[in-house]
């Protein structure tokens, strides 16, 4: 059987968005072995900005040195994880950060409430550091969804051409 190039172009434009999507699909569960120190209090922090747990002092080191550079430039995490090191090392063990003073909790009621659409977002973000961001999932598939229209667009287009008698 003699399979025509538009039509090959076609099939494999199809089995590529198939694969694509089958790539998504596929979730590989975690290793086995055990998380390292330094991952719990980096997702400590991702969680609400604040480390509230006690870890072991080399464990905060290692974390420092883990962070990825977005973090570190954007944001205050290594102040934060020597803040927490400083705290457990002092045996002080307050996890609030400074955030239990009266001018902060005073700032807190003055804050307005956090409307559904942020609250929506906040319950479908990442809850640990190195986990894939859903908009960036989203438009993956709103990709594949769009090459797989393209394609069969152009296998019908070919179909079409194919049945006009010329």
């Known amino acids: 059987m003699y399979i025509r190039p538009a039509r090959l172009t076609a099939v494999s434009v199809l089995v590529a968005a198939l694969f694509g999507v089958l790539a998504l699909a596929v979730h590989t569960p975690p290793a ?3 998380t390292p120190c330094w991952k719990p209090i980096q997702d400590d922090w991702v969680d609400d900005g604040i480390i509230q747990g006690v870890y072991p002092l080399h464990c905060y080191n290692e974390a420092i040195n883990h962070v990825p550079n977005d973090l570190k430039q954007y944001t205050g995490i290594v102040e934060d994880i020597q803040a927490a090191r400083q705290r457990a090392a002092r045996g002080n063990l307050r996890t609030t950060q400074g955030h239990n003073d009266a001018a902060t909790r005073a700032r807190a009621n003055q804050d307005p409430k956090r409307s559904l659409f942020a609250q ?10 190195n986990s894939v961001p859903l ?5 993956a598939g ?3 969804l769009l090459i797989a229209a393209g394609g069969a667009g152009l ?3 070919h179909l079409k051409a ?5």
């Not at 194919?162 to 010329?166: E, F, H, Q, S």
């Open 32 to 34: 086995s072995a055990a």
């Open 120 to 129: 929506g977002f906040d319950k479908l973000g990442p809850n640990n550091a």
């Open 135 to 139: 908009p960036l999932l989203i438009l």
């Open 142 to 144: 709103l990709a594949l």
């Open 155 to 157: 296998v019908s287009r």
């Open 162 to 166: 194919r049945k006009v008698p010329g």
